[in-house]
């Protein structure tokens, strides 16, 4: 007898119904032995139903937009713990990257203009060029120390400046950490920069 496809439908869930958790079982058994080639046909499915897939994600998220919040919130609260250390290793991880270090040395600099009430008129693209240009050398003792252990300097120090000043990238320059403590808080003369310098 040949079955029509609702009837196949039928059977199938049935059959699901019947012997749930023995095909749950299985289906585990066989992920776990073959581990590797579940990976690869799951990747080649996914390739293959791109766009499908993602016709039906955002189906489903706007349909149960409620419950994914309420999961998620759920989800937060019971795993606090788990989920601040899993976001400090990837923070390590992310901040090892050249554009995390970029990032963390936005971040400094921008928190340190807000503290100093100074306006920096810079784009990030300028701030990159300018450190490539230095190669790794200290524009004060002119040594080489490797362009990730360049620090930022103002010509003019941030903490003498008046609240609304604006610093441009002719402001600035690169040097390495010794030369940036020794400086300190004192308005750059002597040092041997090839930047122009703007004082007040």
């Not at 007898?1 to 009837?7: F, I």
């Not at 003019?156 to 030369?179: H, L, N, Q």
């Not at 308005?187 to 122009?196: A, D, F, G």
């Amino acid at each position: 007898m040949v079955l029509s496809k609702e009837e196949k439908k039928a059977y199938g869930k049935k059959y699901y119904q019947v012997n749930k958790e023995e095909l749950k079982e299985y289906s585990k058994k066989y992920r776990e032995e073959h581990k590797e080639e579940v990976k690869v046909k799951l990747k080649k499915w996914r390739e293959e139903h791109k766009e499908e897939n993602k016709k039906y994600y955002k189906k489903y998220n706007q349909e149960h937009q409620e419950e994914i919040k309420e999961y998620g919130k759920k989800y937060r609260q019971e795993h606090q713990e788990e989920l601040k250390e899993r976001e400090k290793i990837i923070r390590k991880i992310y901040f090892k990257t050249e554009k995390g270090k970029q990032l963390q040395r936005r971040t400094t600099h921008t928190r340190r203009a807000k503290i100093n009430q100074v306006i920096h008129i810079w784009t990030q693209e300028q701030y990159n060029d300018k450190l490539e240009s230095c190669h790794g050398i200290c524009k004060a003792c002119n040594e080489w120390v490797g362009k990730n252990k360049l620090t930022l300097d103002h010509y003019y120090p941030m903490s003498k400046a008046k609240a609304g000043r604006t610093y441009s990238i002719e402001d600035i320059g690169f040097v390495c950490r010794s030369c940036n403590s020794k400086k300190g808080s004192e308005i750059q003369k002597s040092l041997k920069i090839t930047e122009v310098i703007h004082y007040e």
